[in-house]
């Protein structure tokens, strides 16, 4: 079984300009989430999807993030425009229902780098 | 405001031993709990979980245990490998499904 999968995994950007990254979950899984993981810190829930929709996006700063997922599969996340602290590693995982006994499987990650 | 807490940045243990990390929570609502194990350059993997109505899980050299009064678990690995040298988060589940994760203790097992 194939598992998430996300690109790219390295990014290096200057301050002001936009980025994305795109994610591809487990096939089947209807829960997608991105995490964003500062250095030193823990992964930080940014969105959860099920399905298309979206079931918590509290911490997501809207005013420069955004994501995506069209037809339930694949997904974007957006930063537009970049800050300094925007530097993370952005993880994507999945699950197959979002349920509190559901496994999550995580990505490798996208490091992002922002000059 | 950290709801989950992992005070212990390292632990180095030599090989063969038992190796303890610990972990505490503030709120009282969680009810599932995991341990993820992280590589460089990878992403977090699942390697053991505990329900809240559970004091102990058990999974071959890992075993979880819960303290909810203290609000604290913690993770055992015995007898430890070097290949379990990682960076362990603890986490908890919130009612929507996604987690809460610690800062994560960096494990580095010796030979």
């Known amino acids: 079984e194939a598992g998430v999968a996300q690109s790219p995994r390295y990014k290096i950007i200057e301050k002001r300009q936009s980025v994305a990254f795109w994610c591809n979950p487990i096939?089947?899984?209807?829960?997608l989430y991105w995490y964003q993981q500062i250095l030193g810190q823990g992964p930080k829930l940014l969105i959860q999807?099920?399905?298309?929709?979206?079931?918590?996006d509290s911490q997501l700063p809207k005013d420069r993030f955004s994501a995506e997922r069209l037809k339930g599969v694949d997904s974007t996340l957006k930063i537009q425009p970049a800050k300094l602290e925007d530097s993370a590693v952005y993880l994507c995982?999945?699950?197959?229902?979002?349920?509190?006994?559901?496994?999550?499987?995580f990505g490798p990650g996208t490091r992002l780098t922002v000059l | 405001d950290q709801q989950v807490k992992q005070n212990s940045p390292s632990l180095s243990v030599q090989e063969g031993r038992i190796s303890i990390l610990n972990c505490d929570y503030t709120?009282?609502?969680?009810?599932?709990f995991l341990w993820y194990k992280k590589y460089p350059a990878e992403g977090p993997t699942f390697l053991i979980s505990?329900?809240?109505?559970?004091d102990k899980n058990e999974d071959g050299r890992f075993t979880v245990f819960l303290n909810k009064s203290a609000k604290h678990l913690s993770l055992h690995i015995v007898p430890s490998q070097p290949g379990d040298s990682a960076v362990y988060f603890c986490?908890?589940?919130?009612?929507?499904?996604?987690?809460?994760f610690g800062k994560g203790t960096k494990l580095s097992v010796k030979p």
């Open positions: 986490a908890a589940r919130r009612s929507q499904g996604n987690l809460i």
């Open positions: 995982a999945s699950s197959l229902v979002g349920v509190r006994t559901d496994t999550q499987y």
């Open positions: 709120n009282s609502m969680f009810d599932y």
């Open positions: 999807f099920q399905n298309n929709g979206v079931v918590d």
């Open positions: 505990i329900s809240s109505i559970k």
């Open positions: 096939s089947g899984h209807a829960t």
